[in-house]
């Protein structure tokens, strides 16, 4: 069974800092391409950003230069370090981790930990 169990979320003010990590159990981190999205009150789910299994990484453009995706392979974990803060940037940040498989795509989403920049 795979899970996906994000921390780090929290209230900061504009122009602060905030990591957020995912620890994924199960044998699918390895496989898998990492990511992180975000959903605002009233919005749709979007992308924020992915790495693959060779640390290949992919932004929203709303977030390039100011976040950064990693993972450690050996930890099972991704992370997201995001600077500079804005209000807009307030949403519920979900991992997910995806991989395709002969027949299939397999798709895993954490439980959201919640983003509030106010000040």
């Keep these: 069974q795979v899970q996906l169990v994000e ?5 900061v003010q504009p122009g602060g ?3 957020l990590s995912c620890a ?3 044998s699918i981190f390895s496989t898998s391409v990492m990511g992180w999205y975000r959903q605002a009150p009233g919005k749709q789910r979007e992308l924020v950003a992915t790495v693959t299994r060779s640390r290949s990484t992919n932004y929203a ?4 230069g100011r976040f950064t ?13 995001m600077n500079s803060l804005k209000p807009e ?3 519920v940040y979900y991992c997910n981790a995806n991989r395709v498989i002969p027949g299939a795509l397999e798709n895993y989403w954490g439980q959201g930990t919640r983003v509030t920049v106010s000040s």
């Design 7 to 11: 921390s780090g979320g929290g209230l």
């Design 17 to 19: 800092s905030l990591r």
């Design 24 to 26: 994924a159990s199960g």
């Design 61 to 64: 453009d709303s977030v390039k």
């Design 69 to 81: 995706i990693s993972r450690d392979n050996a930890k099972n974990t991704v992370y997201l370090q």
């Design 89 to 91: 940037d307030t949403a």
